[in-house]
């Protein structure tokens, strides 16, 4: 589904008509219809968070569709591969987990670094700002720094977003929420590898960086 589809489904689903969007973005029916028929190339971030706001939907649906929001608001991009929850057996991803290649800001990304990105599930980082359905944005590494937020594969085969953090050589993969328990692990019996470093939380048509 292209952007001006999503946006005339949406507006269909909530029984308003092309000039109940554009009073509710500030802009008239013929721009409404203009976007519906895919002519986005002058709307702008405020315009993306409105109607993102009138539609229920998050920004992130719309700037995922397609990389012309992000030129019309004139925000720098590059794509990066977006996995699945699921890592290989050697502690990697693999192209065959890939779901899609999607746009990101390139604001805070080194040019000369390899990114990934998954979706947050679940509400076990809330007290690090990250939230269930946010974008996160790893740079690709193999090591990390006591106390930096990373991506890591378990002995289960399966990625996890997690605070880094290690004593006496015992890893404990530490949530940012009281309500969970820390993951302990043994690097030298369990099937344990860092995959990336957190770089960037994107929600709500903002990021972190």
Same mark, same amino acid.
């Given at each position: 589904m292209n952007v001006g589809n999503l946006i005339k489904n949406k507006r269909k689903e909530l029984n308003l008509t092309l000039e109940d969007l554009g009073n509710l973005v500030g802009v008239g029916k013929s721009t409404v219809r203009k976007w519906e028929n895919g002519m986005i190339e002058n709307m702008g971030r405020d315009k993306i968070a409105l109607l993102s706001k009138a539609l229920n939907i998050s920004p992130l649906? %719309?700037?995922?569709?397609? *990389?012309?929001? =992000?030129?019309? !608001?004139?925000? $720098?991009?590059?794509?990066?591969? %977006? =996995?699945?929850?699921?890592?290989?057996?050697?502690?990697?991803?693999?192209?065959?987990?890939?779901? $899609?290649?999607?746009?990101?800001?390139?604001?805070?990304?080194?040019?000369?670094?390899? =990114?990934? !990105?998954?979706? !947050?599930?679940?509400?076990?980082?809330? #007290?690090?700002?990250?939230? #269930?359905?946010?974008? %996160?944005?790893?740079?690709?590494?193999?090591?990390? $720094? $006591?106390?930096?937020?990373?991506?890591?594969? #378990? *002995? #289960?085969?399966?990625?996890?977003?997690?605070? =880094?953090? *290690?004593?006496?050589?015992?890893?404990?993969?530490?949530?940012?929420?009281?309500?969970?328990?820390?993951?302990i692990v043994d690097p030298l019996k369990d099937n344990f590898m860092c995959l990336g470093k957190l770089k960037k939380v994107i929600k709500d048509f903002d990021w972190e960086d």
């Open positions: 649906t %719309l700037l995922d569709l397609d *990389e012309d929001m =992000y030129k019309s !608001a004139n925000v $720098d991009f590059t794509r990066v591969p %977006l =996995y699945e929850a699921i890592c290989c057996g050697n502690g990697g991803f693999v192209d065959e987990n890939i779901i $899609d290649m999607i746009p990101v800001p390139s604001k805070g990304l080194n040019p000369r670094s390899e =990114y990934f !990105a998954q979706y !947050a599930k679940g509400e076990s980082m809330k #007290d690090a700002g990250i939230n #269930d359905g946010d974008l %996160l944005i790893f740079e690709r590494t193999s090591q990390i $720094d $006591d106390g930096v937020i990373g991506c890591f594969c #378990d *002995e #289960d085969n399966v990625a996890t977003c997690k605070k =880094y953090k *290690e004593l006496n050589g015992i890893i404990m993969l530490q949530p940012m929420n009281s309500e969970f328990e820390p993951i």
